[in-house]
């Protein structure tokens, strides 16, 4: 065996270069970046919101590992580099392969779970296959058998979903009193394609002009459920400016139009539509198990797969160690049930062990997903590659982020590098080396104004993360010098049973602002963005009842594909269209506002249909979207961007920044008060024409709240917003945190689920929740003001809350300490 010091010179290798070394990075708004990373470590990417961090991390360096995964595999893949485009960057020496664990925008499927997500379901499927218990004589099933995903183990009746939709004459037909010509059949759709249904019914014999409820049952019945499909003639009745020929029209019933337009379309309108047309109720084949009987027929511990499935991830691992493993199968039971709770481990390590292995990913938040895929990594045993995290902090308690570090760190120690973007504190301090990015957002950031190990940022005047990070440089306003209010009045919760709550009873003040804490699945979404929120919205419009309107401003996506969009959202474009019809070239040419948008043909790019992108198919990988190869992304055809407003064509004001756009429209004021309001709670560095699929859940969030705050409100208004902090710097949580005290100062009540304690120390009022999560939480454990629950209370929070209140007092006095009122 020859050592490479052995070799000849010119044979052996050149020493490892232990840096990643970016230069001349330029991704969005990034300036020629040039920073230099070392391997091996923990390194945290930190900044202002939008200030190119994210950029950096995964913009340059993850989208440039990706570029040369594809670039190693196939010809097929490398064919696809060049519609997927490769990041701006001079160049990226010393990367190794990366692994992207990003909060996801875009919602996953119903049939994914925390199972599926995780791989566990694989194993707990192997388990009931090789040791469960089978009925006498039952031949032993494959475990795709035990998968409600796979045809071989998919409940007939509901195909896998544990639910049935179905629909009835009443839904159908709301106002029997109508004839079919006046719209009876409310199911279908309008305009020609109703006309159409209604004409075709009259050519087959039916008359469309007697009440319905007068029509023979035989008939009623056909018209609405039939699975036929005939075609006639249609002679339709001639316009008098106007001759319409005979055609072949194909008969849909209601039933049948409503099931394929809620299944097959992409229109989110259109299937919302359908869904007002059927019910919702768990299937009466398998009780909303989702198995055929032969698997639930087979048991293990004494269970089914679908009731371990049902159980939160810590009583499952209870079940699983005291599970027998005597018997012929025993040796594969103590195997596979070895493997499952090492993949538990590191779920519940991550503060996760309140999920059921059963519990749907549309129902969990990014930062749970993320973390899921975080705990399936640890298994992996990868070594030598990139890990680039997306603010896995995300939806964490103070508490479970101490967990989060020690996974963090075991990655590192494993032989990977891992880089994290980050906002939480106690992250950054835990760093090996800090990347800071800034100063600010938008095209006032975009420069490493610090690359090094975190103690030396203290010296960086710019950086706005050091005033943060060293307490004694930071001279802010803080909320937690704020006297406390006195409540106007309250609502009462009493005897809430749902989910892990447990005949709770609470009252939320009004006129106050309201903080409602605890661990993850410790009950407070369900109190809040469901008990809650139903309470007040049964009781709206009662004379005695003293909130007038409810405004609920949660995380998810402001659209699910690029179409959607800031100003689209916001109302702003309806605003930009009626300028730019006004133009003198748009009259000229005889233009309404329908030629400036992208949503339906005319002015519209034809070749991505006014998305600016164009989905790309990967086939063993995700599909991803890449500009369109007509437009450059611009949306409209050539034609349309001919068209001018001082100086700018539509696809250029779209790309305008918020802020610049302010300066664009101050002359415009339906303009200037949205970009006012969006620009007051700190998205000044947003594009308006951004799509929703690049909106962090909290950008999204604080978009729906910016809307709000643009309409003036003269109502008491009831605000409940899910964790508003979500991805935000410390900087930009203390502008968020004055808007929110604003609409309270206002005479409105805000009710905020929140784990940021800087936000809770400067609340009025705290409910806190636990004391742990899943089936150890569901209670109350303090109310009261943030010092005395800081003092009080026996859930997670207290110490954290404390530790807030001491930081509020450091830098300001003692002035946000109150009795209870």
Known sequence: MHRSTDLPAAFRPEPLDPWVRVRGAREHNLRGVDVDIPRDTLTVFTGVSGSGKSSLAFGTLYAEAQRRYFESVAPYARRLIHQIGAPRVDSVTGLPPAVSLE?????????????????????????????????????????????????????????????????????????????????AVAAWPGAWQGKNLRDILEALGHDVDRPWRELPAEDRAWILFTEEQPVVTVHPVRDADRIQRPYQGTYTSAHRYVMKTFSDTRSATLRARAEKFLTDAPCTSCAGRRLRPEALAVTFAGRTIAELAGLALTELDGVLADAPAEGPAGRAARVLTEDLRSRIAPVVELGLGYLSLDRTAPTLSAGELQR?????????????????????????????????????????????????????????????????????????????????????????????????????????????????????????????????????????????????????????????????????????????????????VDQKPIGRTPRSNLATYTGLFDVVRRLFTAAPEARARGWKAGRFSFNVPGGRCETCQGEGFVSVELMFLP??????????????????????????????????????????????????????????????????????????????????????????????????????????????????????????????????????????AGADWVIDLGPGGGADGGRITAVGTPAVVAARSDGRTAPYLARALDAARGGEGAAGVQPAP
């Open 372 to 552: 899921l895929r975080l705990a399936t990594q640890l298994r992996s045993g990868l070594f030598g590659v990139v890990y680039v995290l997306d603010e896995p902090s995300a939806g964490l308690h103070p508490a479970d982020t101490e967990a989060l570090l020690g996974v963090l760190q075991r990655l590192r120690a494993s032989g990977n590098t891992v880089f994290v973007v980050e906002h939480h504190l106690d992250v950054v301090r835990s760093a090996d080396w800090l990347v800071d990015v800034g100063p600010l957002a938008g095209e006032h950031g975009g420069r490493v104004l610090y690359s090094g190990p975190p103690g030396a940022l203290a010296g960086v005047a710019e950086s706005a993360t050091a005033r943060h990070l060293f307490p004694a440089a930071d001279r802010g306003p803080r909320s937690g010098g704020r006297a406390v209010r006195t409540a106007s009045g309250r609502i009462r919760l009493a005897g809430v049973d749902r989910h892990n709550l447990r005949d709770v009873t609470v009252d939320f003040p009004l006129g106050v602002f309201t903080a409602v804490t605890g661990v993850s699945g410790s009950g407070k979404s369900t109190l809040v963005g469901e008990v809650l929120a139903e309470e007040v919205g049964a009781r709206l419009g009662e004379a005695d009842f003293p909130v007038r309107r409810l405004v609920e």
């Open 623 to 760: 599909s991803t979207y890449a500009p369109c190869p007509q437009c450059a992304g611009a949306r409209y055809n050539a034609e349309t961007l001919e068209v001018r407003h001082a100086g700018l064509n539509i696809a250029e004001v779209l790309a305008l920044t918020v802020e610049a756009a302010s300066g664009f429209f101050a002359q415009v004021p339906a303009a200037a008060r949205s970009l006012r309001a969006l620009e007051d709670i700190g998205l000044g560095y947003l594009r308006l024409g951004q799509p929703a699929t690049e909106l962090s859940g909290g950008e999204a969030q604080r978009v729906k709240l910016a809307t709000e705050l643009q309409r003036s409100r003269r109502d008491h208004t009831l605000y409940l917003l899910d964790e508003p902090t979500t991805g935000l710097h410390p900087a930009d949580v203390r502008v968020l945190s004055g808007q929110l005290h604003g609409l309270v100062d206002a005479g409105h009540s805000v009710v905020v689920v929140e784990h940021d304690m800087e936000v809770v």
């Open 103 to 183: 909060q996801r925008r875009s919602a996953p499927g119903s049939r994914s779970s925390v199972g599926t997500v995780t791989l566990l379901s694989n194993s707990l499927r192997m388990l009931f296959s090789r040791a469960g218990s089978y009925p006498p004589g039952a031949p032993l099933l494959d475990s795709d058998a035990f998968s409600p995903n796979t045809a071989a183990g998919a409940c007939p009746s509901c195909h896998g979903l544990g639910r049935v939709h179905r629909t009835s004459e009443e839904l159908l037909v709301p106002d029997p009193g109508l004839s079919i010509r006046q719209g």
